[in-house]
T-cell receptor
Framework: ETGVTQTPRHLVMGMTNKKSLKCEQH?????MYWYKQSAKKPLELMFV???????ENNSVPSRFSPECPNSSHLFLHLHTLQPEDSALYLC????????????????FGPGTRLTVL | DAKTTQPNSMESNEEEPVHLPCNHS???????IHWYRQLPSQGPEYVIH???SNVNNRMASLAIAEDRKSSTLILHRATLRDAAVYYC???????????????FGGGTRLMVKP
Protein backbone atom coordinates (compact mmCIF):
# COMPACT_ATOMS: atom_id res chain seq x y z
CA GLU A 1 0.00 0.00 0.00
CA THR A 2 1.02 3.57 -0.49
CA GLY A 3 0.49 6.73 1.53
CA VAL A 4 -0.92 6.64 5.03
CA THR A 5 -3.07 3.76 6.17
CA GLN A 6 -5.18 3.46 9.29
CA THR A 7 -6.77 0.45 10.93
CA PRO A 8 -9.43 -0.25 11.83
CA ARG A 9 -11.58 2.02 9.68
CA HIS A 10 -14.52 1.68 12.07
CA LEU A 11 -14.52 0.85 15.78
CA VAL A 12 -17.32 0.55 18.30
CA MET A 13 -16.32 0.18 21.92
CA GLY A 14 -17.79 0.36 25.37
CA MET A 15 -16.58 2.78 27.99
CA THR A 16 -14.70 0.06 29.86
CA ASN A 17 -12.91 -1.39 26.83
CA LYS A 18 -9.30 -0.96 25.86
CA LYS A 19 -8.53 -0.66 22.18
CA SER A 20 -5.78 0.67 19.94
CA LEU A 21 -5.79 2.57 16.67
CA LYS A 22 -2.96 1.93 14.26
CA CYS A 23 -1.42 4.19 11.66
CA GLU A 24 1.29 3.32 9.17
CA GLN A 25 2.96 5.62 6.67
CA HIS A 26 4.77 4.36 3.58
CA UNK A 27 6.21 7.72 2.56
CA UNK A 28 9.53 7.68 4.39
CA UNK A 29 8.48 10.61 6.56
CA UNK A 30 9.91 11.37 9.98
CA UNK A 31 6.94 13.07 11.68
CA MET A 32 3.50 11.70 12.49
CA TYR A 33 0.36 13.24 13.95
CA TRP A 34 -2.95 12.33 15.54
CA TYR A 35 -5.98 14.56 14.96
CA LYS A 36 -9.54 14.33 16.26
CA GLN A 37 -12.49 15.46 14.16
CA SER A 38 -15.78 15.64 16.01
CA ALA A 39 -19.08 16.35 14.32
CA LYS A 40 -19.43 20.01 13.39
CA LYS A 41 -16.05 20.93 14.93
CA PRO A 42 -12.73 21.71 13.27
CA LEU A 43 -9.93 19.21 13.29
CA GLU A 44 -8.08 19.25 16.59
CA LEU A 45 -4.42 18.33 16.82
CA MET A 46 -3.85 15.77 19.58
CA PHE A 47 -0.26 14.55 19.37
CA VAL A 48 2.82 15.15 17.27
CA UNK A 49 5.86 12.90 16.98
CA UNK A 50 9.01 13.97 15.23
CA UNK A 51 11.92 11.56 14.88
CA UNK A 52 9.95 9.22 17.19
CA UNK A 53 9.89 11.77 20.02
CA UNK A 54 6.71 13.45 21.16
CA UNK A 55 6.96 17.19 20.52
CA GLU A 56 3.39 18.27 21.08
CA ASN A 57 0.58 17.18 23.32
CA ASN A 58 -2.36 19.50 23.13
CA SER A 59 -3.72 18.86 26.64
CA VAL A 60 -5.29 15.59 25.65
CA PRO A 61 -6.90 13.53 28.44
CA SER A 62 -4.78 10.67 29.73
CA ARG A 63 -7.33 8.11 28.52
CA PHE A 64 -5.66 8.66 25.13
CA SER A 65 -2.11 7.32 25.05
CA PRO A 66 0.04 7.58 21.92
CA GLU A 67 2.94 5.36 21.00
CA CYS A 68 5.45 5.77 18.20
CA PRO A 69 7.74 2.73 18.07
CA ASN A 70 9.43 3.82 14.82
CA SER A 71 9.08 6.50 12.19
CA SER A 72 6.61 4.47 10.14
CA HIS A 73 4.14 3.47 12.83
CA LEU A 74 1.94 5.38 15.23
CA PHE A 75 -0.58 4.01 17.70
CA LEU A 76 -3.30 5.58 19.80
CA HIS A 77 -4.19 3.46 22.82
CA LEU A 78 -7.67 4.05 24.17
CA HIS A 79 -9.05 3.15 27.59
CA THR A 80 -12.11 4.12 29.63
CA LEU A 81 -13.34 6.48 26.94
CA GLN A 82 -16.46 8.60 27.19
CA PRO A 83 -19.29 8.90 24.65
CA GLU A 84 -18.10 12.41 23.80
CA ASP A 85 -14.87 10.85 22.53
CA SER A 86 -16.80 9.46 19.58
CA ALA A 87 -15.23 11.05 16.52
CA LEU A 88 -13.12 10.51 13.43
CA TYR A 89 -9.49 10.02 14.40
CA LEU A 90 -7.07 10.99 11.68
CA CYS A 91 -3.41 10.20 11.36
CA UNK A 92 -1.01 12.25 9.25
CA UNK A 93 2.67 12.27 8.40
CA UNK A 94 5.14 14.76 7.02
CA UNK A 95 8.82 15.21 6.36
CA UNK A 96 9.90 17.34 9.29
CA UNK A 97 12.55 19.86 8.36
CA UNK A 98 13.22 21.34 11.76
CA UNK A 99 12.73 18.54 14.22
CA UNK A 100 9.64 20.27 15.61
CA UNK A 101 6.83 19.16 13.37
CA UNK A 102 7.42 21.78 10.71
CA UNK A 103 6.89 19.66 7.63
CA UNK A 104 5.37 21.79 4.90
CA UNK A 105 2.85 19.25 3.67
CA UNK A 106 0.97 16.75 5.76
CA UNK A 107 -0.42 13.57 4.27
CA PHE A 108 -3.51 12.22 5.97
CA GLY A 109 -4.89 8.74 6.31
CA PRO A 110 -8.59 7.96 5.80
CA GLY A 111 -9.31 7.98 9.53
CA THR A 112 -10.87 5.64 12.06
CA ARG A 113 -14.52 6.30 12.86
CA LEU A 114 -14.81 5.64 16.60
CA THR A 115 -18.09 5.22 18.42
CA VAL A 116 -18.09 4.95 22.21
CA LEU A 117 -21.23 3.48 23.70
CA ASP B 1 -1.73 33.62 15.81
CA ALA B 2 -3.04 34.91 12.50
CA LYS B 3 -6.50 33.58 11.70
CA THR B 4 -8.41 33.02 8.50
CA THR B 5 -12.02 33.70 7.59
CA GLN B 6 -13.84 31.70 4.95
CA PRO B 7 -17.48 31.49 3.87
CA ASN B 8 -19.24 28.48 5.36
CA SER B 9 -20.42 27.18 2.01
CA MET B 10 -20.40 27.85 -1.71
CA GLU B 11 -22.12 26.36 -4.72
CA SER B 12 -20.77 25.86 -8.18
CA ASN B 13 -21.89 24.34 -11.43
CA GLU B 14 -19.96 21.48 -12.91
CA GLU B 15 -17.29 22.44 -15.46
CA GLU B 16 -17.32 26.08 -14.36
CA PRO B 17 -14.49 27.84 -12.53
CA VAL B 18 -14.72 28.22 -8.77
CA HIS B 19 -13.13 30.97 -6.71
CA LEU B 20 -12.87 30.17 -3.01
CA PRO B 21 -11.97 33.25 -0.94
CA CYS B 22 -10.01 33.46 2.27
CA ASN B 23 -9.40 36.55 4.38
CA HIS B 24 -6.35 36.77 6.62
CA SER B 25 -6.03 40.42 7.53
CA UNK B 26 -3.59 39.79 10.41
CA UNK B 27 -1.16 37.73 8.35
CA UNK B 28 2.50 38.22 9.22
CA UNK B 29 5.32 38.59 6.74
CA UNK B 30 6.51 35.02 7.18
CA UNK B 31 3.13 33.28 7.18
CA UNK B 32 2.65 30.83 4.34
CA ILE B 33 -0.89 30.33 3.03
CA HIS B 34 -1.85 26.68 2.78
CA TRP B 35 -4.97 25.10 1.32
CA TYR B 36 -6.19 21.63 2.13
CA ARG B 37 -9.44 19.96 1.20
CA GLN B 38 -11.39 17.11 2.74
CA LEU B 39 -13.50 14.94 0.50
CA PRO B 40 -16.44 13.09 2.07
CA SER B 41 -15.35 10.16 4.25
CA GLN B 42 -11.66 10.91 3.71
CA GLY B 43 -8.84 12.64 5.51
CA PRO B 44 -7.73 16.11 4.38
CA GLU B 45 -5.41 16.36 1.41
CA TYR B 46 -2.92 19.06 0.51
CA VAL B 47 -3.95 21.29 -2.38
CA ILE B 48 -1.48 24.15 -2.69
CA HIS B 49 0.51 26.70 -0.74
CA UNK B 50 2.21 30.02 -1.37
CA UNK B 51 3.86 33.02 0.24
CA UNK B 52 3.60 36.08 -2.00
CA SER B 53 3.42 35.10 -5.64
CA ASN B 54 0.54 33.34 -7.32
CA VAL B 55 1.03 29.60 -7.58
CA ASN B 56 -0.24 26.96 -9.96
CA ASN B 57 -0.23 23.20 -9.76
CA ARG B 58 -2.17 20.37 -11.32
CA MET B 59 -4.99 20.68 -8.80
CA ALA B 60 -5.58 24.41 -8.52
CA SER B 61 -4.23 27.94 -8.62
CA LEU B 62 -3.64 30.22 -5.67
CA ALA B 63 -4.03 33.95 -6.17
CA ILE B 64 -2.59 36.06 -3.37
CA ALA B 65 -3.54 39.70 -2.96
CA GLU B 66 -0.75 42.22 -3.17
CA ASP B 67 -1.16 43.19 0.49
CA ARG B 68 -1.48 39.47 1.37
CA LYS B 69 -4.56 40.11 3.48
CA SER B 70 -6.60 37.78 1.32
CA SER B 71 -6.18 34.92 -1.11
CA THR B 72 -8.31 32.94 -3.51
CA LEU B 73 -8.14 29.28 -4.39
CA ILE B 74 -9.16 28.79 -8.00
CA LEU B 75 -10.45 25.52 -9.39
CA HIS B 76 -10.42 26.12 -13.11
CA ARG B 77 -13.10 23.60 -14.00
CA ALA B 78 -15.09 22.14 -11.12
CA THR B 79 -16.06 18.50 -11.26
CA LEU B 80 -18.37 16.55 -9.01
CA ARG B 81 -15.27 15.05 -7.40
CA ASP B 82 -14.24 18.52 -6.21
CA ALA B 83 -17.15 18.65 -3.76
CA ALA B 84 -15.37 18.90 -0.43
CA VAL B 85 -14.58 21.16 2.52
CA TYR B 86 -11.73 23.50 1.63
CA TYR B 87 -9.49 24.81 4.42
CA CYS B 88 -7.32 27.91 4.24
CA UNK B 89 -4.55 27.77 6.84
CA UNK B 90 -1.69 30.07 7.77
CA UNK B 91 1.62 28.68 8.98
CA UNK B 92 4.72 30.59 9.98
CA UNK B 93 7.32 28.17 8.70
CA UNK B 94 10.13 30.13 10.31
CA UNK B 95 8.88 29.68 13.86
CA UNK B 96 10.94 26.99 15.48
CA UNK B 97 8.53 25.79 18.10
CA UNK B 98 6.19 22.91 18.53
CA UNK B 99 3.20 25.23 18.49
CA UNK B 100 3.61 25.95 14.79
CA UNK B 101 1.23 23.32 13.57
CA UNK B 102 -1.59 23.19 11.07
CA UNK B 103 -4.65 24.75 12.72
CA PHE B 104 -7.83 23.90 10.86
CA GLY B 105 -10.83 26.21 10.99
CA GLY B 106 -14.31 25.46 9.73
CA GLY B 107 -13.45 25.73 6.05
CA THR B 108 -15.78 26.25 3.08
CA ARG B 109 -18.05 23.45 2.02
CA LEU B 110 -18.12 23.45 -1.77
CA MET B 111 -21.13 21.89 -3.44
CA VAL B 112 -20.91 21.16 -7.15
CA LYS B 113 -24.12 20.86 -9.13
CA PRO B 114 -24.25 18.74 -12.28
Amino acid sequence: ETGVTQTPRHLVMGMTNKKSLKCEQHLGHNAMYWYKQSAKKPLELMFVYSLEERVENNSVPSRFSPECPNSSHLFLHLHTLQPEDSALYLCASSQDVGGRGLGITQYFGPGTRLTVL
Amino acid sequence: DAKTTQPNSMESNEEEPVHLPCNHSTISGTDYIHWYRQLPSQGPEYVIHGLTSNVNNRMASLAIAEDRKSSTLILHRATLRDAAVYYCILRDALKNNAGNMLTFGGGTRLMVKP
